[in-house]
């Protein structure tokens, strides 16, 4: 049994991230396809350095969170960039600190490879999206080819170590905690795939409703101009369109 401290992990990764990973390719058509399904509130869950942001369809107001801060500021200059408000947060997915149904659409890029115990990050992406709330995730899984699988269960023997597992199931992690799929589209063979599913009512009641302390304020307001600021960190250069902010 391995245990990592999966920030400091992320917080590392940060340093490199953008010059080995984040190549769009053939892949932000796919991205900007499925993110055009985002709807009313959005929660976008694990920004890293922001590559998804241009992506976003133009106009929304996106909480963004992640739970390395290296990777939130990294993310700074995107989310600035966005022709709309992308608000970074810190935050761990198993362990939201949102009110119950606070957000009608969850998405999720590349991330549910890197959560550890996805299915409780499931359940709380369920807790937190209102009833028939949509779920969007561009994800690379476990490929059901023989040959392609064993490579990816193989591949994750090192992988692991760096935070990420090539050979998730994660249809069925959604499905676990309840979600519908709706539609599965190959981005890449069976490995990338776009997901839609939504919340169902039979996860509604799978899911405890009222955990005391998670509803109370969302996001601590700067006095000066009414942005939302990290003001523990000073991250104040985020503050003009977007910014990192805390729970207050
Ligand atoms: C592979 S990166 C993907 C980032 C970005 N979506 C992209 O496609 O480039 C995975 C991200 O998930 C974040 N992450 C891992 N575990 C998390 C957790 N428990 N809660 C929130 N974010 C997490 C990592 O910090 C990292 O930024």
Same mark, same amino acid.
């Not at 969007?136 to 692991?160: A, I």
């Not at 942005?227 to 207050?248: H, I, K, N, P």
């Given at each position: 049994?391995?245990?990592?401290? !999966?920030?400091?992990?992320?917080?590392?990764?940060?340093?490199?991230?953008?010059?080995?990973?984040?190549?769009? /390719?053939?892949?932000?058509?796919?991205?900007?396809?499925?993110?055009?399904?985002?709807?009313?509130?959005?929660?976008?869950?694990?920004?890293?350095?922001?590559?998804?942001?241009?992506?976003?369809?133009?106009?929304?107001?996106?909480?963004?969170?992640? !739970?390395?801060?290296?990777?939130? !500021?990294?993310?700074?200059?995107?989310?600035?960039?966005?022709?709309?408000?992308?608000?970074?947060?810190?935050?761990?997915?198993?362990?939201?600190?949102?009110?119950?149904?606070?957000?009608?659409?969850?998405?999720?890029?590349?991330? *549910?490879?890197?959560?550890?115990?996805?299915?409780?990050?499931?359940?709380?992406?369920?807790?937190?999206?209102?009833?028939?709330?949509?779920? /969007?995730?561009?994800?690379?899984?476990?490929?059901?080819?023989? *040959?392609?699988?064993?490579?990816?269960?193989?591949?994750?023997?090192?992988?692991?170590?760096?935070?990420?597992?090539?050979?998730?199931?994660? /249809?069925?992690?959604?499905?676990?905690?309840?979600?519908?799929?709706?539609?599965?589209?190959?981005?890449?063979?069976?490995?990338?795939?776009?997901?839609?599913?939504?919340?169902?009512?039979?996860?509604?009641?799978?899911?405890?409703?009222?955990?005391?302390?998670?509803?109370?304020?969302?996001?601590?307001?700067?006095?000066?101009?009414?942005?939302?600021?990290?003001?523990?960190?000073?991250?104040?250069?985020?503050?003009?369109?977007?910014?990192?902010?805390?729970?207050?």
């Amino acid at each position: 049994m391995y245990r990592i401290n !999966i920030a400091s992990v992320w917080d590392f990764r940060a340093r490199f991230y953008d010059f080995c990973e984040a190549s769009d /390719l053939r892949r932000g058509p796919s991205k900007k396809a499925l993110f055009r399904g985002m709807r009313g509130r959005v929660l976008f869950v694990g920004v890293g350095t922001g590559v998804d942001i241009p992506h976003f369809p133009p106009g929304q107001t996106i909480i963004a969170i992640d !739970i390395s801060d290296k990777m939130l !500021i990294k993310a700074c200059p995107r989310a600035r960039a966005y022709p709309g408000r992308v608000v970074l947060l810190r935050a761990d997915a198993r362990n939201l600190k949102f009110p119950d149904a606070s957000f009608d659409t969850v998405v999720t890029s590349c991330t *549910m490879c890197s959560v550890p115990d996805p299915v409780r990050a499931f359940r709380e992406f369920s807790r937190v999206l209102r009833p028939s709330g949509r779920l /969007l995730m561009f994800e690379h899984v476990r490929s059901r080819n023989r *040959m392609l699988g064993l490579s990816l269960d193989m591949m994750t023997l090192w992988t692991r170590l760096s935070g990420t597992e090539m050979n998730r199931d994660t /249809l069925s992690n959604a499905r676990k905690a309840g979600f519908l799929v709706t539609s599965v589209a190959s981005v890449f063979l069976d490995i990338i795939l776009a997901i839609r599913a939504t919340k169902t009512l039979a996860a509604e009641g799978e899911i405890p409703f009222h955990a005391p302390g998670r509803t109370g304020t969302l996001l601590k307001e700067s006095k000066s101009d009414g942005q939302f600021v990290d003001t523990r960190r000073g991250l104040t250069d985020c503050a003009r369109s977007s910014a990192v902010v805390t729970l207050a």
